[in-house]
């Protein structure tokens, strides 16, 4: 009946392809031709939930191993005990389960030698869905096993599915929640949430074009907005400020305190622990399932946690930066010298730390704690700091004194940018030859960041106006920096300084005092 078997696949495979319908996979493992030919003949109209079944044959239990071993993924396996030998069924059975690690395919046994096998051991040995004699081929009989398995199968593969979700929204989550910067966080967030949306859904694929976050913190607002072409950051913004249907979204979500869709946009809501209010808001071809809703909401309760953890950490950032610049302005001020010194000396600093191969945690820490480079002269009287002329001997060991006092000031605090800073204030002075003070240090006995403070320091004085010189031109100082190198400073971080020296211009240019 070979005739038969090519006809049915012929005329599916035409008819599915006018219908555009989808396939259920069905292999039939048997020795007998008759078997195939009546099954697929019985069967060939059959739908479940839409679908067409697609039948594959196999003779023998080696030809079904090679099938088996392919991609194709069978939905029914309805296979017979005695082919080769009596117990081939058995043992593919067996290979299928436990060596191809397949437990998604559900398998019926049919026999027409029930007394080999009997049904009693084999349903509580084997790990099968049904057993049958190969006299159950009438219709009826047939379509109530094909509607029991394919449901198992439907069911199985849905819980695979939902499991697959799950550990790529936990590792989306993870991944985001390690992300620093907000910039960086909205397009992962914009890219996360195309996946999860169509890993959620089992109709077809959301597009979403837009995606959006408004939280308010306090009277702060912040926000993020993504599509394909960009991302935007808005931060601590007034809710006038934000584009009408972002911030007509928002306020009716602040409104009702709950998640809703409108329009083309679905917007969850979220009120946390601290008291602030965050919507989400993104575009969807259509109007999502609960249990879409459902996935989609425990991805975005965790990403909004991450996002307001995110804006406390840069407004925690950005107070202690505040405070720092305060604090090494406020001592400058006291000697006569502007708070832009100690931003352009932290910011020379952070970029021979980046010249010099530093990573980015110890390039954004050396900004900062250089800042505070001469606090210990809270400690120096006015009238040393503000002389006009030049200091006497007594006088110059009260100015050397400012970096040991800055360092007790600084001492015994458990801060990274803190420490960094007691390290630099207490070497910012020493000499690469072992000439300068308070301990003699010469080379690499002197912290990294302190040498480099060293040099963004006297540069720094060289160019700007101080009580006691006027500002030198920019070559000029650039020449002293060179003079100095191999006795005052690092010889390896002046040749990087003088290489790059543009931008250590720059900086002068764009802050001056």
Same mark, same amino acid.
């Given at each position: 009946?070979?005739?038969?078997?090519?006809?049915?696949?012929?005329?599916?495979t035409? @008819?599915?392809?006018?219908?555009?319908?989808?396939?259920?996979?069905?292999?039939?493992?048997?020795?007998?031709?008759?078997?195939?030919?009546?099954?697929?003949?019985?069967?060939?109209?059959?739908?479940?939930?839409?679908?067409?079944?697609?039948f594959?044959?196999?003779?023998s239990?080696r030809?079904a191993?090679?099938?088996?071993q392919?991609k194709?993924?069978?939905?029914?396996?309805?296979?017979?005990?005695?082919?080769?030998?009596?117990?081939?069924?058995?043992?593919?059975?067996?290979?299928?389960?436990?060596e191809?690690?397949?437990?998604?395919?559900?398998?019926?046994?049919?026999?027409?030698q029930p007394?080999?096998?009997?049904?009693?051991?084999?349903? $509580?040995?084997?790990?099968i869905?049904?057993y049958?004699?190969?006299?159950?081929?009438?219709k009826?009989?047939?379509?109530?096993a094909?509607? @029991?398995?394919? $449901? !198992?199968?439907?069911?199985?593969?849905?819980?695979?599915?939902?499991?697959?979700?799950?550990?790529?929204?936990?590792?989306?989550?993870?991944?985001?929640?390690?992300?620093s910067?907000?910039?960086?966080?909205?397009s992962a967030?914009?890219?996360?949430?195309?996946?999860?949306?169509?890993?959620s859904?089992?109709?077809?694929?959301?597009d979403? @074009?837009?995606?959006?976050?408004?939280s308010?913190?306090?009277?702060?607002l912040?926000m993020?907005?993504?599509?394909?072409?960009?991302?935007?950051?808005?931060?601590?913004?007034?809710?006038?400020?934000?584009p009408?249907?972002e $911030?007509?979204l928002?306020?009716?979500?602040?409104?009702i305190? @709950?998640n809703?869709?409108?329009?083309?946009?679905?917007?969850?809501?979220?009120?946390?622990? $601290?008291?602030y209010?965050?919507?989400?808001?993104?575009?969807t071809?259509?109007?999502?399932?609960?249990?879409?809703?459902n996935?989609? *909401?425990?991805?975005?309760?965790?990403?909004?946690?991450s996002?307001?953890?995110?804006?406390l950490?840069?407004?925690?950032?950005?107070?202690q930066?505040?405070?720092?610049?305060?604090?090494?302005?406020?001592?400058e001020?006291?000697?006569?010298?502007?708070?832009?010194?100690?931003?352009?000396?932290?910011?020379?600093a952070?970029?021979?730390a980046?010249?010099?191969?530093?990573?980015?945690?110890?390039?954004?820490r050396?900004?900062?704690?250089a800042?505070?480079?001469?606090?210990g002269?809270?400690?120096?009287?006015?009238?040393?700091?503000k002389?006009e %002329?030049?200091?006497?001997? *007594?006088?110059?060991?009260?100015?050397?004194l400012?970096?040991?006092?800055?360092?007790?000031?600084?001492?015994?605090? *458990?801060n990274?940018?803190?420490?960094? !800073?007691?390290?630099?204030?207490?070497?910012?002075?020493?000499?690469w030859?072992?000439? %300068?003070?308070?301990?003699?240090?010469?080379?690499?006995?002197?912290?990294?960041?302190?040498?480099?403070?060293?040099i963004?320091?006297?540069f720094?004085?060289?160019?700007?106006?101080?009580?006691?010189?006027?500002a030198?031109?920019?070559?000029?100082?650039?020449?002293?920096?060179?003079?100095?190198s191999?006795?005052?400073?690092?010889?390896h971080?002046?040749?990087?300084?003088?290489?790059?020296?543009?931008?250590?211009?720059e900086?002068?240019?764009?802050?001056p *005092?």
């Amino acid at each position: 009946m070979d005739w038969l078997a090519e006809d049915i696949t012929e005329t599916d495979t035409e @008819t599915a392809a006018v219908e555009n319908v989808e396939y259920c996979n069905v292999l039939i493992i048997d020795d007998e031709e008759d078997v195939h030919a009546v099954t697929k003949l019985t069967m060939k109209n059959f739908l479940f939930e839409g679908k067409r079944m697609r039948f594959f044959s196999a003779h023998s239990a080696r030809e079904a191993r090679d099938i088996l071993q392919k991609k194709d993924k069978f939905a029914l396996i309805l296979l017979d005990v005695v082919m080769e030998t009596e117990n081939a069924g058995l043992d593919l059975a067996k290979f299928i389960r436990q060596e191809l690690k397949n437990r998604f395919s559900r398998i019926i046994l049919r026999t027409g030698q029930p007394g080999i096998a009997p049904e009693h051991s084999v349903i $509580r040995n084997f790990d099968i869905d049904g057993y049958r004699n190969k006299t159950e081929l009438r219709k009826l009989d047939l379509e109530s096993a094909f509607y @029991t398995s394919l $449901r !198992a199968y439907r069911d199985i593969c849905q819980l695979q599915k939902h499991r697959e979700i799950l550990e790529q929204v936990i590792d989306s989550i993870a991944g985001i929640s390690q992300i620093s910067d907000l910039l960086s966080f909205a397009s992962a967030v914009f890219a996360q949430i195309k996946l999860v949306l169509n890993l959620s859904t089992s109709k077809v694929l959301i597009d979403s @074009t837009e995606a959006f976050a408004i939280s308010k913190m306090e009277d702060k607002l912040n926000m993020f907005s993504a599509n394909a072409d960009s991302v935007r950051v808005l931060v601590h913004s007034e809710i006038k400020e934000l584009p009408d249907h972002e $911030r007509k979204l928002f306020e009716y979500a602040m409104e009702i305190k @709950t998640n809703f869709h409108n329009d083309n946009y679905y917007v969850y809501f979220h009120h946390s622990d $601290r008291g602030y209010d965050t919507i989400f808001a993104f575009e969807t071809e259509r109007t999502l399932a609960r249990s879409e809703e459902n996935m989609i *909401d425990l991805f975005l309760r965790n990403v909004l946690l991450s996002y307001e953890n995110l804006l406390l950490a840069n407004a925690f950032e950005e107070t202690q930066e505040l405070a720092i610049t305060l604090m090494g302005g406020t001592m400058e001020s006291h000697s006569k010298e502007t708070g832009e010194h100690v931003v352009r000396v932290g910011l020379f600093a952070m970029q021979l730390a980046k010249l010099s191969g530093e990573n980015n945690f110890y390039c954004e820490r050396i900004r900062l704690a250089a800042q505070l480079h001469d606090i210990g002269k809270v400690g120096v009287p006015d009238h040393i700091l503000k002389k006009e %002329g030049k200091l006497d001997a *007594d006088e110059w060991e009260q100015i050397q004194l400012h970096v040991i006092k800055g360092w007790d000031i600084l001492q015994g605090q *458990d801060n990274s940018i803190i420490k960094m !800073a007691s390290n630099l204030v207490l070497d910012h002075h020493e000499k690469w030859d072992g000439s %300068g003070y308070p301990n003699g240090k010469k080379q690499h006995e002197i912290s990294l960041e302190g040498r480099i403070t060293a040099i963004a320091d006297v540069f720094d004085a060289l160019c700007n106006k101080r009580c006691y010189k006027e500002a030198w031109p920019l070559e000029d100082a650039r020449q002293e920096i060179i003079n100095s190198s191999g006795n005052h400073f690092d010889p390896h971080l002046t040749s990087l300084f003088i290489d790059n020296f543009e931008i250590f211009a720059e900086i002068c240019v764009q802050h001056p *005092d």
